[in-house]
C-alpha cells in the first residue's frame, strides 16, 4: 500500500468553525490532491499541489484552502465549515507527471 | 466539471460469470486508470493504460485503452463475492499535473 495516512479518519464538527484535515505521505511523491466524494457525483477534484508551496484550484475550490510547507504534508482547511461540507475527503499522491494516482483511506465529515 | 460517462451504473450477477464495464469520454485523455473501492475505504488502483489501444492484465481483469483515447473497458472474469464493489474509471491528460477526471462508478454486486 502507498503509504498515505488521512487524520481524522472521522470528524464531527459545527456549522461556523474552521476544520484542518492533514494528509501525510512517506512516498516523497511531487503530486498530491485533496478529492470530495458524494452520491451522485463521484469524486471530485478541490485543491492539489505541484510541489512545496505550489497549489492550485481544483473544480469545486470554493469554501476550501491548502496549505503545503512541506514534501510529505498537504492540508486541506474550511475555514468556517457548512453542512455542504458534508461528505467523505480523500487525498491523493502522485510520484509524476501522467501516472497512476495512490488514494488514502479517507476521512469522513458531518458539519451539524 | 466534466466527469466521465461510465456504464452500466450497477450491475447484479451471479458467481462465475463475466463481467464487461466501460467509460466514454467527450475529451481524449492520455491516460486511463481503472480503481475499486470498497465500503468506507478509498478507491485501490487496479490496472493503468498509457497508450492507445493498450490491453492490459491484471489477473482476471483485463481493461484496454481505446483507439479514439475517448473511451476504456474493464472486463472480469470469472467473478467472485470479493469483487463486489464500486468500480471506477479516471482520466488523466497530460500537462495538466496528473489531475483526474472520474466515472461515476459501476457497482457491482455477486450473488452465489
Known amino acids: 500500500d502507498a503509504g498515505i495516512t488521512q487524520s481524522p479518519r472521522h470528524k464531527v464538527t459545527e456549522t461556523g468553525t474552521p476544520v484542518t484535515l492533514r494528509c501525510h505521505q512517506t512516498e516523497n511523491h511531487r503530486y498530491m490532491y485533496w478529492y470530495r466524494q458524494d452520491p451522485g457525483h463521484g469524486l471530485r477534484l478541490i485543491h492539489y499541489s505541484y510541489g512545496v508551496k505550489d497549489t492550485d484550484k481544483g473544480e469545486v475550490s470554493d469554501g476550501y484552502s491548502v496549505s503545503r510547507s512541506k514534501t510529505e504534508d498537504f492540508l486541506l482547511t474550511l475555514e468556517s465549515a457548512t453542512s455542504s461540507q458534508t461528505s467523505v475527503y480523500f487525498c491523493a499522491i502522485s510520484g509524476r507527471e501522467g501516472t497512476e494516482a495512490f488514494f488514502g483511506q479517507g476521512t469522513r465529515l458531518t458539519v451539524v | 466539471g466534466q466527469q466521465l460517462n461510465q456504464s452500466p451504473q450497477s450491475m447484479f450477477i451471479q458467481e462465475g460469470e463475466d463481467v464487461s464495464m466501460n467509460c466514454t469520454s467527450s475529451s481524449i485523455f492520455n491516460t486511463w486508470l481503472w480503481y475499486k473501492q470498497d465500503p468506507g475505504e478509498g478507491p485501490v488502483l487496479l490496472i493503468a493504460?498509457?497508450?492507445?489501444?493498450e490491453l492490459t492484465s491484471n489477473g482476471r481483469l483485463t481493461a484496454q485503452f481505446g483507439i479514439t483515447r475517448k473511451d476504456s473497458f474493464l472486463n472480469i472474469s470469472a467473478s467472485i463475492p470479493s469483487d463486489v464493489g464500486i468500480y471506477f474509471c479516471a482520466g488523466q491528460l497530460t500537462g495538466t499535473a496528473s489531475k483526474l477526471t472520474f466515472g461515476t462508478g459501476t457497482r457491482l454486486q455477486v450473488t452465489l
Open positions: 493504460l498509457y497508450k492507445a489501444g
